[in-house]
Structure formats: C-alpha cells, structure tokens
C-alpha cells in the first residue's frame, strides 16, 4: 500500500516538475530538477502548511521581515533550519519551527518551496552604489562582486550551487536584517564565515542601496 502510494506521489512530483518546466521561461526541467533534490515537491506542499502561513502559499511571502523561499535551492533552506535547530543562526520563530520536523518532513518541505518559480523583484531598486559593488565588488576592501557567488541577478550560481542562495527578488527589510548580522557576527553559519568577511566593511548606507537594488532584480 504504501508502496503504491509512493508510486503514485513519485508520478505527481514527476507532473509537477515537467508542469513546473513548462512555466518557467529561462529554466530548463534539468536545472530546476537539481534545485529540488531529492525530496517530493507534492507531498511537501501538504506538510509545509504551516510554513506557508507566514512563507507565502507559493513561497512569497507578503511581510518584509519574513524571506520568500520560491525557487531557493532546497538544500539551502535544509541548511538553514538545520543551523536555526541547532542555534548557529538564530531567531526564536524559527529555531521553535525548526526544532519540529524531521529530515525526511524537511526535504519535502524544501522541495516545494525550491519547485516554486523563483522570487521575482519589481526592477525599481536600480541604484549606482549597490550596482557597482554587486557587479564589481571593491578589491581595496577584499569584497568581491556579489554575482560571482550570487549568480547573474543574484538568481544563483550556474550550474546550480546551492551553497548560494538566491537573493534577487528577496525583500528588502528581510536582506537589510541579514547583512547587518552578517556584518556584526550575529548570524556566522556561512562556511568559512565569508560572508561575514565580505559584509565586515559594508556601511549602513551600503547596506541600504544594496537591499533596495537586490529586492528590485
Ligand atoms: C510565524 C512565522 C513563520 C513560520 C510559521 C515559519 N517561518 Fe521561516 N522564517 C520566519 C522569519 C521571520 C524568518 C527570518 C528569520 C531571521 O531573520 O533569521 C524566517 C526564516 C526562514 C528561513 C531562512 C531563509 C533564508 O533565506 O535564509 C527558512 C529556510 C525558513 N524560514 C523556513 C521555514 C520553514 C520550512 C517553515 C515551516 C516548518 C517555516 N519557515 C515557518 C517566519 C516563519
Ligand atoms: C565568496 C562567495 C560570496 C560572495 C562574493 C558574496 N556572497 Fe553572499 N552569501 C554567500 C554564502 C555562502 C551565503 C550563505 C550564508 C549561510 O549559509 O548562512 C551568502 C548569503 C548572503 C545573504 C543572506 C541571504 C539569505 O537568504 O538569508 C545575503 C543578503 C548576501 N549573501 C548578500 C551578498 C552581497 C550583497 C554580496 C556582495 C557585496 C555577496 N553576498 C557576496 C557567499 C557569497
């Protein structure tokens, strides 16, 4: 029986990605395959219910302190509850959250949220601080460009490194709290601490022209 169940749950996730494949211009079937991994999309949107309530029904969510998850690599968002249970990044929503789910839960969870088109900005944020340094960086200060990690429009990195996260099209209040932590070691889960180097020298202004710019791609 349950076997046939997951017959029947493998041939829908099959439906839902060849349907997701189709929607997405830009994406090819393969690309968002891996972006998945290996957990069902289908039987992830029933349990991620109650995620939804605050991350969007399709993973965009309507609150500038809450990140959209649609189209962010699922081993990334495994990745961060797994730092918010174990109490590397913290906030107390979300290490009660993570403390809830199991691994095989999460991988569903995050399969749907990562099978969702992904998070799409308005192009009102263009500003000449932010778009020098997300395509340059400043070598004087040890920041490379953002898009060499981030990817073209900081839709991440090709062929899919999931390490990466997608920020273009993440909120702007959401992108300002992260690089502030970021900046002050109050989030440290990055490998390596590298985005921490990177946002070290980062001023408030430059926080603020890059929220604005990076929610607008
Ligand atoms: C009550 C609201 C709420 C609920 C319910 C909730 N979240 Fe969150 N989530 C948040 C907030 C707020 C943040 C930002 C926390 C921070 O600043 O670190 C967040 C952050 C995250 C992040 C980090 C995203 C990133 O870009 O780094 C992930 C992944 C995530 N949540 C997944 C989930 C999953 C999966 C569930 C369901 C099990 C869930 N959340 C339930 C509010 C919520
Ligand atoms: C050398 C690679 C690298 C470069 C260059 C880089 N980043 Fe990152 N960035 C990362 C990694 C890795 C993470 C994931 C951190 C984690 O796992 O907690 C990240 C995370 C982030 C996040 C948090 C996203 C979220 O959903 O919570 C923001 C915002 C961000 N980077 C902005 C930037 C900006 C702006 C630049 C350019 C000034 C930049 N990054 C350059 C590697 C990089």
Same mark, same amino acid.
């Given at each position: 029986?349950?076997?046939?169940?997951?017959?029947?749950?493998?041939?829908?996730?099959?439906?839902?990605?060849?349907? #997701?494949?189709? %929607?997405?211009?830009?994406? +090819?079937?393969?690309?968002?395959?891996?972006?998945?991994?290996?957990? @069902? /999309? *289908? &039987?992830?949107?029933?349990?991620?219910?109650?995620?939804?309530?605050?991350?969007?029904?399709?993973?965009?969510?309507?609150?500038?302190?809450?990140?959209?998850?649609?189209?962010?690599?699922?081993?990334?968002?495994?990745?961060?509850?797994?730092?918010?249970?174990?109490?590397?990044?913290?906030?107390?929503?979300?290490?009660?959250?993570?403390?809830?789910?199991?691994?095989?839960?999460? #991988?569903?969870? %995050?399969?749907?949220?990562? +099978?969702?088109?992904?998070?799409?900005?308005?192009?009102?944020?263009? @500003? /000449? *601080? &932010?778009?020098?340094?997300?395509?340059?960086?400043?070598?004087?200060?040890?920041?490379?460009?953002?898009?060499?990690?981030?990817?073209?429009?900081?839709?991440?990195?090709?062929?899919?490194?999931?390490?990466?996260?997608?920020?273009?099209?993440?909120?702007?209040?959401?992108?300002?709290?992260?690089?502030?932590?970021?900046?002050?070691?109050?989030?440290?889960?990055?490998?390596?601490?590298?985005?921490?180097?990177?946002?070290?020298?980062?001023?408030?202004?430059?926080?603020?022209?890059?929220?604005?710019?990076?929610?607008?791609?």
């Amino acid at each position: 029986m349950i076997r046939i169940q997951n017959k029947i749950l493998t041939c829908l996730a099959a439906l839902a990605l060849l349907a #997701a494949a189709t %929607a997405y211009a830009g994406e +090819s079937a393969d690309e968002i395959k891996q972006r998945i991994g290996s957990g @069902n /999309p *289908v &039987a992830g949107k029933t349990m991620s219910s109650l995620c939804q309530g605050c991350h969007g029904e399709l993973g965009v969510s309507l609150d500038e302190l809450i990140p959209s998850l649609a189209g962010q690599y699922a081993s990334y968002i495994s990745t961060q509850l797994r730092s918010y249970q174990s109490g590397a990044r913290t906030h107390q929503i979300m290490n009660a959250m993570a403390m809830t789910i199991n691994d095989a839960e999460l #991988a569903n969870i %995050a399969a749907f949220f990562a +099978s969702q088109k992904k998070m799409q900005g308005n192009g009102s944020g263009d @500003n /000449p *601080v &932010a778009k020098n340094l997300f395509l340059k960086g400043d070598a004087k200060r040890g920041i490379p460009s953002c898009t060499s990690c981030h990817g073209t429009n900081g839709k991440g990195k090709a062929p899919n490194i999931p390490t990466y996260p997608v920020i273009g099209g993440q909120h702007k209040g959401y992108l300002s709290v992260q690089l502030t932590h970021l900046r002050n070691s109050e989030r440290s889960d990055s490998q390596g601490g590298v985005m921490n180097k990177i946002a070290k020298s980062l001023t408030d202004a430059e926080i603020e022209a890059l929220s604005v710019y990076l929610s607008g791609l």
